[in-house]
């Protein structure tokens, strides 16, 4: 089944993933080369969200109104990386930087889920739910604010992630790693669900010592592991593993179906397990003439094909341009390459031997070109604001193609990075004006050919 699933496919990188820019590293006051963080923030359906804060140590700064963002940091090993905006579920990736380095990290923004006020919670138990399944029971008098006050009204917000959720990699909090028993593993995620508690005073709020509540998570049909029971984890906020807490009791009585556990207290909670059939994953990047490269960045992600279950993780070759990774769910995998300065690799062959996996990435150069997406307007070429223009490259696939793309700003013009010397190049976008829908479609054999102005008829 292993061998079915793995044999020679040529498989896409996330398009995030695939555009992003290589830049040099810079140096700060202290002459300390700095490394830089460059990716795009989305919402949770793929689109691009503006004003995003990104945080790593003492650095900051926001995504734009494309979603994009770069940050300048202190090189090292495992530095969080968090993205947070009002009205949406923060989150956060733990990477490691070389100096001068470029590595790209994207985040997704859930919105906040449904959030349910209760009163009387001295007294009374209540119940929260939200629209995908998810649930909180608590009893009465377990909650205590910040200030460890008795809390008798609060709101409770429950966000719930699945895997079948257009951007759940980019979403999940953390690690896939779990520690149980003092040891880590790798794990692949069935789903994870958030819940923040607020005070009437604004105050977060927990349960009491002493205290439980009893919750629910969903699982997507797509991505359900059918077993009487699984681990149940609580992420840990400063290593970004998760700790084991319990495991998870199925209740498939109602839909959809849930793992119903009992928690001492609240925070992101993830149903997951160990990778139910790992493979070892040893990647190759080289240049155009087969060249292996040192320090390119790799990140990879698969989708178990057993029961959908997601899983990720990053790295950086060693000096002969490998990168290890040792425990890979079997299934759809999907991989990208960055090596500066302004290189990308994002599609792939692999082979497989037994259970042990490679692949070989050649990564290309990149260049930057700034078109313009127009309409004729009584026969007046006029720009279009907002519309979404993409590129795509010879390295795509049938299923699922690689686009650098990128939305129109105010006049209608968007800068996108393409990959260089992987012809033909076929242009693509639509719109509606004035409930006409308008569209381009092109293929180009050079960069170089590409038309500056897209007008769209």
């Known amino acids: 089944m292993v061998v079915t699933m793995l044999g020679m496919h040529r498989l896409v990188v996330p398009a995030a993933l695939g555009t992003a820019l290589l830049l040099s590293g810079c140096s700060g006051g202290s002459g300390v080369a700095l490394a830089v963080l460059k990716g795009l923030v989305t919402d949770g359906n793929g689109a691009a969200l503006a004003g995003a804060t990104i945080r790593s140590g003492t650095a900051s700064g926001n995504s734009g109104a494309d979603g994009r963002y770069t940050l300048s940091v202190s090189p090292g090993a495992n530095l969080k990386v968090t993205a947070s905006r009002p009205g949406r579920v923060a989150t956060f990736h733990v990477v490691s930087v070389a100096a001068g380095q470029t590595v790209p990290v994207d985040f997704a923004l859930n919105p906040v889920g449904q959030s349910t006020a209760l009163t009387s919670l001295l007294n009374t138990p209540a119940v929260a739910t939200e629209p995908r399944g998810a649930e909180v029971h608590l009893a009465a008098n377990t909650l205590v604010d910040s200030n460890g006050a008795a809390v008798d009204s609060a709101t409770v ?81 400063t290593t970004g ?18 793992y119903r556990a009992t928690v001492t207290h609240f925070s992101t909670y993830n149903l997951d397990s160990p990778i139910s059939q790992a493979l070892s994953f040893t990647v190759t990047v080289t240049d155009s003439g087969g060249t292996p490269l040192s320090g390119a960045f790799v990140a990879a992600k698969s989708i178990d094909q057993n029961n959908g279950a997601v899983w990720q993780g990053y790295g950086n070759t060693a000096n002969n341009g490998t990168v290890f990774f040792p425990s890979v769910p079997a299934g759809q995998v999907s991989i990208t ?23 070989t990435i050649v990564v290309y150069p990149t260049v930057q ?89």
């Open 337 to 359: 390459a960055l090596y500066p300065p302004g290189m990308v690799g994002n599609a792939y062959q692999y082979n497989l031997n037994g259970n042990a996996a490679t692949a």
């Open 241 to 258: 593993k998760w700790s084991f807490v319990v495991a998870a009791t199925r209740d498939a009585t109602g839909s959809p179906t849930v």
């Open 369 to 457: 070109q700034t078109f313009q997406v127009a309409y004729l307007n009584n026969g007046v070429q006029t720009p279009l604001p907002g519309v979404m223009a993409a590129v795509a490259t010879s390295l795509d696939t049938v299923s699922s193609p690689v686009y650098a793309r990128g939305v129109t700003d105010q006049n209608g013009l968007v800068t996108l990075t393409i990959q260089d010397g992987v012809p033909p190049y076929q242009i693509s976008a639509s719109t509606t004006v004035g409930g006409q829908s308008l569209s381009i479609n092109g293929s180009y054999n050079s960069i170089a050919g590409l038309p500056a102005v897209w007008v769209l008829q």
């Open 157 to 237: 917000a429950v966000t719930t992630a699945l895997p079948s959720d257009a951007k759940f990699g980019a979403s999940f909090p953390g690690l896939f790693v779990g520690n149980k028993a003092g040891a880590d593993a790798d794990i692949e995620s069935f789903g994870f669900v958030n819940i923040d508690i607020t005070s009437n005073a604004g105050l977060a709020c927990n349960l009491k010592p002493g205290a439980t509540a009893d919750i629910a998570i969903p699982v997507a049909p797509g991505a359900d592991p059918g077993t009487p029971t699984i681990d149940l984890w609580s992420l840990d906020e």
